[in-house]
């Protein structure tokens, strides 16, 4: 998604929603079974004992008798105590811990209030450390870079240490000066009624899904209906007793009107709606061990909300992205469910094959992800049969659309559809910057796969660009236009989690716009200004909703500058290997930060660990 400034975010609070039916227009309303009971029992509970220090020093083991206090200096975020770890200006280590037990079958999540107030004047080095700990599992580490006014609540989940007793512990570190004091107050650890996460097992599941789709719409392409179904395969070691289907565009509506309806569920019973109804449970009839499969299919309606948005009509024109329903992804972090944003993109799947026949009026062009054929339907309407490999995702647009194509110097077909109120000149330069664009980034990340390259133009889209697999909308902008085909590789080719770690697309993509058009960011780190201590290029999206208007500025300008200051550590030889070398690793697959830094490391012997501390590169 290319950066602009965004609308106001409408409310994201997380709702849980028990419909008595969903129904389709043209079809009986389902009832909906009662939401399946979890797979173990939980009492909820709170697990620390005096986690505000309000009943003495029990039963927490701390290095000094000083660390629990209510001395002057520091402030409790609530009642008189709290725990003061460092703040000597001295090479020092102060810990605290305690022994909690964590019951089987429950959802848990560690809290915490923690301010750093920190005499270091850097804003690049991390001198003094908090680690916070289960056991020998490091939870998170804090420094004097996450200095703050006042407490910060922080929060983790730890439920994957389910049915263990392990020792929940604090370690502060100073270096040789300047102090950092870290002060801890409210420890909880809460459980709670939930499915836990599905054990250690990180394989990411349901795997290798397979999507069918048949909808037929209106005269006008904003109300689609009909069929989906999807086949999939347990990859994990862990049994898959349910799969969950993110109806992202039910964000566009509210859980009393949804856009998106699913009803008359097989292979599976439906669940509960969760996330503000963008996400589905489907229980499975009996759990799916690893290597077997399964297939699911429900009845679909989606109906098109006014407005010039990634899922909107523009007048007589439709983008339909994020509509059909895909599945979630679940890891060793337990069932990926994330909210929507509308800053960013939440967006994370699995490669997957789609075959999606749409139904429409003759008089409407259908651009769609994949490559697409037309056959003559009933009187005055045409079929478009769309099929697509290892895509993440499946998009479409429906309108009166204007079609000029072409085809790029490397192979690739490449068609721009643009809406009334585009010049031929505008589309054909967006011709041109499209087919150019395309190579320019094959030859750096590997060839384009997708066979056709659709572009959809509209200079009212508020957010500039989305991009989908070989698929994007985009006004007339050839900046904006080169970013979003370089989404073909990052996100599209090479995955990645985009609520979690957005700049490992975003980031990515910008340095790649970049090259193509050959600005080298010379100085542009020189810039950087953090707006504080927490701010960091790897900061999930949870973070830039809070932060919106920083998004932009870090993820995209200080993300990309920090690539182009690595191109300069390895050189501009080295870097076009690595990330051709990482595309290729990674192609059809899902990167992790951990896994950029360790492959960036591997390609030159410069210790790069200084670098991700300037550059505020964690994980």
């Known amino acids: 998604m290319r950066s602009t400034p965004h609308r106001a975010l409408s409310a994201g609070a997380v709702v849980v929603a028990a419909l008595a039916a969903l129904s389709l227009p043209g079809t009986s309303a389902a009832a909906r079974p009662a939401t399946a009971p979890v797979t173990a029992a939980c009492t909820p509970a709170q697990v620390v004992a005096n986690g505000g220090f309000e009943s003495g020093t029990s039963p927490w083991t701390q290095s000094a008798s000083t660390v629990i206090t209510s001395r002057s200096g520091q402030s409790a975020h609530g009642g ?4 003061w770890l460092d703040g000597v200006g001295g090479t020092h280590t102060d810990t605290l811990g305690q022994s909690v037990t964590i019951p089987s079958g429950c959802a848990a999540t560690l809290t915490f209030w923690l301010h750093t107030d920190t005499a270091e004047t850097t804003s690049s080095t991390a001198y003094d450390k908090l680690t916070a700990k289960l056991g020998g599992t490091t939870l998170a580490t804090y420094s004097n870079l996450d200095s703050s006014t006042g407490y910060v609540k922080k929060s983790i989940d730890v439920s994957s240490f389910a049915g263990q007793t392990v020792n929940l512990s604090f370690t502060g570190t100073e270096d040789s000066s300047l102090r950092t004091s870290f002060v801890l107050d409210d420890i909880a650890l809460d459980t709670s009624d939930g499915t836990p996460p599905p054990s250690t097992d990180s394989t990411r599941t349901p795997a290798a899904p397979a999507y069918t789709v048949n909808l037929s719409s209106d005269t006008s392409g904003t109300v689609w209906t009909g069929h989906e179904s ?38 599976g019973t439906a669940g509960a709606l969760s996330v503000a109804c963008t996400a589905l449970e489907i229980d499975l009839p009996s759990p799916l061990a690893q290597g077997q499969s399964a297939t699911i299919g429900f009845d679909l309606g989606i109906t098109v909300p006014s407005g010039a948005d990634r899922f909107g009509h523009d007048g007589a024109f439709s983008f339909v992205g994020n509509a059909l329903p895909v599945l979630a992804v679940r890891d060793s972090a337990g069932w990926h469910l994330d909210p929507y944003t ?44 769309a ?43 967006m011709l041109s910057t499209a087919k150019t664009a395309v190579d320019a980034h094959a030859a750096r990340f590997g060839a384009y796969p997708y066979g056709e390259l659709d572009a959809v133009i509209d200079n009212n889209y508020w957010f500039g660009g989305m991009e989908y697999p070989g698929f994007v909308l985009d006004v007339v902008s050839t900046t904006a236009l080169t970013h979003e085909i370089a989404h073909q590789w990052w996100y599209g080719i090479v995955g990645d989690d985009e609520y979690t770690s957005p700049w490992l697309d975003e980031s990515f993509t910008d340095y790649a716009t970049d090259l193509a058009q050959g600005k080298t960011g010379t100085n542009c780190w020189s810039g950087v200004s953090w707006a504080s201590g927490a701010e960091k290029i790897t900061n999930s999206m949870a973070y830039w909703d809070a932060h919106s208007s920083r998004y932009s500025t870090v993820v995209y300008g200080y993300g990309k500058c920090a690539l182009h200051d690595l191109r300069r550590v390895l050189g501009d030889t080295a870097m076009a290997k690595l990330l051709k070398d990482y595309a290729s690793a990674h192609w059809y697959g899902v990167s992790t930060t951990a896994e950029f830094k360790a492959a960036a490391q591997a390609a030159t012997s410069t210790d790069l660990t200084s670098f991700w501390t300037q550059h505020r590169i964690e994980g």
């Open 230 to 267: 999807v086949t999939f395969t347990n990859a994990s070691t862990t049994a898959l007793g349910q799969v969950y289907l993110r109806l992202w565009d039910n964000y566009h509506g509210s859980c009393d009107a949804m856009p998106v309806r699913v009803g008359n569920v097989t292979g």
């Open 80 to 83: 008189s105590s709290y725990a």
């Open 387 to 429: 099929t697509a490999s290892k895509v993440r995702d499946f998009a479409w647009a429906a309108g009166p659309f204007t079609r000029i194509s072409g085809t790029s110097a490397a192979g690739v077909p490449v068609n721009v559809y643009s809406v009334s109120g585009i010049s031929s000149s505008s589309a054909q330069s």
């Open 342 to 385: 509308n800053n960013g993109e939440s967006f994370y799947s699995l490669a997957a094959d789609f075959k999606v026949t749409l139904d429409h009026p003759t008089s409407l062009l259908v651009p769609a992800t994949g490559t697409s054929t037309d056959t003559p339907g009933s009187s005055g309407r045409t079929v478009t049969t």
